[in-house]
């Protein structure tokens, strides 16, 4: 299973930018589908999590960005909105699931991460 993450770049304090990742390959379901990010020397946060039903958003997300999942096409978003230099990252796209294996008893659980895409937020 592969992931593919567009729509990093730079923009100003204030505005807004969305990130989507498509989930590709021998997929039988998808659990989860989260973002996380990363700054260098630092370890990689969770910004959001889609799964079970339900989002999560770390404290810094709250209210500023909205995961949200097209289930058809395999893609989680993550809409960010007022981003501030503090959200300049890396971002990473992350999935789980089962890929179809042999059959009903001999499914193959599957945990992948995309290549990351810049962010980076000017004052």
């Known amino acids: 299973v592969q992931l593919v993450e567009i729509g990093g770049g730079g923009v100003q304090a204030g505005e807004s930018l969305t990130l989507s990742c498509a989930a590709s390959g021998n997929i039988f379901r998808i659990d989860t589908m989260a973002w996380y990010r990363q700054t260098p020397g630092k370890e990689r946060d969770l910004v959001a999590r889609d799964g079970d039903g339900m989002s999560c958003y770390a404290d810094s997300a709250k209210g500023r960005f909205n995961i949200s999942r097209d289930n058809a096409k395999n893609t989680v978003y993550l809409q960010m909105d007022n981003l501030g230099p503090g959200d300049t990252a890396v971002y990473y796209c992350?999935?789980?699931?089962?890929?179809?294996?042999?059959?009903?008893?001999?499914?193959?659980?599957?945990?992948?991460w995309g290549q990351g895409t810049q962010v980076t937020v000017s004052s």
């Open positions: 992350n999935a789980d699931g089962v890929e179809p294996g042999l059959g009903p008893f001999f499914r193959i659980p599957f945990d992948t």
